[in-house]
């Protein structure tokens, strides 16, 4: 098992020093979150090391990334590079850091799309990517409360934020995230159904 000290020069030496302050502050966030839900604090922390570790590489490089790690883009990554970097960063991770586990390898993929069905460990870092202390984005205190009120509700209140935003820069949305917005919402309605007392 590669050591935290050596992930963390790879990191330094991949990342600009931006995202690399970025990294640290979501590994961070990862594992107070990790802490607050029962979830494993450094199988947390290192997936926030992790999430973003190919951030920083060009397109060419992920290209070529993608061909050696037999990555076939879908139809909506074809036409969305920035979800590149969360494919090949878990790829990167197995192949080239020989990291084997697979929550690890899984919350760093979906870290920017999430997905259904999500484990804890994926919910933890997608929301702490949202939430890291670097964060200051018009609405982050909004998602903040919601992380804090529940994962649930965090991730409620995240997939929509993400998908807002998306339509209003003209990008496309990945499935898995809708599928991760319906999810929570089924959720939500079914809790306010029952405080209501209503069957449908
Ligand atoms: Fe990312
Ligand atoms: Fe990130």
Redesign the pocket.
Same mark, same amino acid.
């Given at each position: 098992m590669i050591e935290i000290s050596e992930i963390k020069k790879i990191l330094n030496s991949k990342l600009t020093s931006e995202r690399y302050a %970025?990294?640290l502050c979501?590994a961070e966030e990862a594992a107070v979150l990790a802490k607050r839900y029962g979830a494993d604090k450094e199988k947390a922390r290192l997936a926030g090391l992790l %999430? /973003?570790i190919c951030?920083s590489d060009n397109r060419d490089s992920l290209l070529q990334m993608m061909r050696e790690f037999g990555i076939i883009p879908d139809n909506v990554e074809e036409y969305a590079e920035k979800l590149w970097h969360a494919r090949v960063g878990a790829a990167f991770c197995r192949q080239r850091l020989g990291i084997e586990d697979e929550d690890v390898l899984s919350a760093v993929r979906y %870290?920017t799309t999430a997905r259904a069905g999500m484990s804890l460990l994926e919910k933890i870092v997608f929301l702490a /990517?949202y939430i890291s202390a670097d964060r200051d984005y018009e609405g982050v205190q909004e998602i903040r409360t919601a992380v804090y009120a529940g994962l649930d509700s965090g991730m409620r209140v995240a997939a929509a934020f993400s998908m807002r935003e998306l339509i209003k820069k003209q990008r496309l949305i990945h499935p898995n995230t809708v599928a991760a917005y319906n999810e929570a919402m089924r959720e939500w309605v079914t809790v306010n159904r029952l405080r209501s007392g209503k069957s449908i």
């Open positions: %970025h990294t979501v %999430h /973003d951030k %870290h /990517d």
